[in-house]
């Protein structure tokens, strides 16, 4: 078995909600009345272009109000990083797809801030998953070997790249399942606490 010294997690649907993915964006379509079209931009470009190109019944206050409601923390998978995060041999790191300001929001809001070393987001990263340079760009920057490196996401087809490099994944369903392939997989006893 080998040694693993670095742990990264997914954000979106593995610590928290997906924050602003398709089902998000398509609850604000139906709430606000809007139309479905959005591309990879900024917040203030994305708000611009595809909310406020006309004139609105809301404010753009409101619709950032609702974009950040939508990211929930997954307590239960935050308890069992901080818990890893407690065990000098890993080094907990995030490996996510997220726009910056969204990114910065759910940092704080789940308080994450002390559990993990670094955050790996494709809005520092300049590329996305699952594109193998993203996780390629994350393991250089952590100074990690791909075999010594567990990834958890929700999403198979972002383990995959990552497994091809060499990677363990792990296929994130829920806090259970997690706390029990963490302890299989690492050879250690998770508090449950």
């Not at 998000?24 to 917040?43: H, N, P, S, Y």
């Not at 203030?44 to 923390?73: C, G, K, N």
């Not at 990083?81 to 704080?108: C, D, F, G, K, W």
Request: net charge negative; proline share 3%; charged share 25%.
């Amino acid at each position: 078995m080998t040694e693993i010294r670095h742990i990264f997690f997914d954000i979106g649907g593995v610590l928290g909600s997906n924050g602003w993915d398709r089902e998000q964006r398509q609850r604000a379509v139906e709430q606000f009345g809007l139309k479905g079209d959005e591309g990879r931009i900024t917040l203030d470009e994305y708000l611009d272009i595809a909310v406020f190109h006309t004139s609105r019944d809301f404010s753009r206050e409101e619709f950032i109000e609702f974009m950040y409601s939508q990211s929930i923390p997954d307590e239960a998978t935050i308890r069992i990083a901080r818990e890893l995060s407690r065990q000098p041999a890993y080094t907990l790191m995030t490996l996510n797809n997220e726009a910056e300001e969204l990114n910065v929001h759910r940092i704080e809001k789940f308080g994450i801030s002390q559990i993990f070393e670094a955050f790996l987001s494709s809005c520092w990263l300049g590329v996305r998953k699952p594109i193998r340079r993203f996780y390629s760009r994350g393991l250089g920057i952590a100074h990690a070997t791909a075999e010594t490196s567990l990834f958890i996401d929700d999403r198979p087809q972002n383990l995959i790249p990552a497994s091809t490099l060499g990677m363990n994944v792990i296929h994130f369903q829920s806090a259970a399942q997690l706390r029990s392939d963490l302890e299989r997989f690492l050879d250690l006893e998770l508090s449950g606490a």
